[in-house]
């Protein structure tokens, strides 16, 4: 068994706190992502896990044993790191093979081990060559490979490919992806900043701010039923636009109003009727919005035009702050200073109270 439990789990540098006690479970065979905003504690947390640092307080279990005060070498993980940290005098089978002698493994078991990692990573042509003779995305590969001949019960990666190019990153990220799918009972734990790696990887991501878990959830429950302002901006790209509103009246739907706004229009949300009045946040994805000739939920000028082939983003001055963003076809007749309308659904919108907890949404918008 490979699961992982943290149960408030702590992390302080003399009185500075930087994990506000972490309550996490993993399921055996799962890919977790932990994203987050730099200096949030996703890697402190994943060192954490490996045996790098201590746990302050709180307890984390692997296979159901509390590994707390147990090395590194003990825990039954493997670490991938952001740099690839390979000997320069090694070959590429040596690299591969050295914990294996340092286990002292049989010379038939480390050679198939390491052939067996190799054949799988595509890099069998390169197991004589050194690190040097390599491309990045190779010696990635290699990292990686010295990773699984340890057979691990949990793989840990530590933004594995924010060294490489955009290229690399894309067709490492499809390696990484294959690999876990060929090892479907070891558990990986993955750190990025990269939402789009969180999001085409993870069976599940947990969300980090400041030390403390926002959200957990699949990728399309973070995209579609964000709990709060802060995993709303953070899931998707371009990031979601939010602008004031005001709780015109309570009630399942509610009806709000927004600077932009005409009138006052109903959202798909249980609003109680304490929050009758009260500030709060509407929000909408550059992706729902679509031009209009009718009024629409915004009107303003064309600022920024970004042509990407496919897409066409807006960037849309309403005169009320921020602008907003409109992810339209490409084929799209906008031009730069042209005044425009943008509509949504409205079951694709999102609505948050002043403490910036979502607001709970109607079945009816979440079916949607």
Do not use: W
Request: aromatic share 6%; hydrophobic share 45%; net charge neutral.
């Amino acid at each position: 068994m490979a699961s992982l439990k943290l149960t408030n789990v702590v992390k302080s540098y003399g009185a500075v706190k930087v994990l506000h006690g972490i309550d996490l479970d993993i399921r055996t065979g799962e890919f977790v992502v932990f994203v987050g905003p730099s200096g949030c504690g996703k890697s402190t947390l994943l060192r954490m896990i490996a045996g790098l640092e201590d746990i302050s307080s709180g307890t984390l279990e692997i296979g159901g044993q509390v590994v707390n005060d147990l090395p590194p070498a003990r825990r039954g993980i493997a670490m991938v790191f952001q740099s690839y940290a390979l000997y320069p005098h090694m070959t590429v089978y040596d690299n591969m093979a050295f914990s294996l002698k340092l286990q002292g493994a049989p010379a038939e078991e480390l050679d198939r081990r390491v052939r067996e990692a190799a054949e799988m990573l595509q890099i069998t042509q390169y197991l004589a060559r050194l690190p040097k003779q390599l491309s990045g995305g190779q010696r990635q590969r290699v990292a990686i490979g010295r990773a699984i001949v340890r057979n691990p019960k949990v793989f840990l990666f530590d933004e594995p490919l924010s060294n490489l190019d955009a290229a690399l990153r894309v067709a490492t990220r499809i390696e990484i992806a294959k690999l876990h799918e060929r090892m479907a009972n070891t558990t990986m734990i993955y750190v990025t900043h990269d939402q789009v790696e969180a999001m085409t990887l993870a069976d599940r991501i947990v969300v980090l701010n400041g030390g403390r878990i926002e959200q957990v959830g699949t990728p399309m429950e973070l995209y579609h039923t964000p709990d709060n302002l802060f995993v709303a901006r953070f899931i998707g790209s371009p990031a979601m636009n939010v602008v004031p509103a005001k709780i015109e009246s309570a009630g399942s739907p509610a009806r709000i109003s927004t600077p932009g706004s005409a009138a006052p229009f109903e959202v798909p949300a249980v609003v109680p009727a304490a929050a009758a009045g009260a500030p709060a946040s509407f929000g909408v994805r550059p992706e729902d919005l679509s031009l209009t000739d009718g009024t629409g939920l915004f009107r303003g000028r064309v600022t920024i035009v970004e042509r990407l082939g496919e897409n066409t983003l807006l960037y849309v001055d309403t005169g009320a702050g921020e602008p907003i963003v409109a992810k339209v076809p490409g084929t799209a007749p906008v031009e730069r200073g042209a005044t425009v309308a943008l509509t949504a659904p409205v079951e694709r919108t999102h609505l948050f109270g002043a403490d910036g907890r979502a607001f709970q949404r109607l079945r009816t918008a979440l079916a949607a």
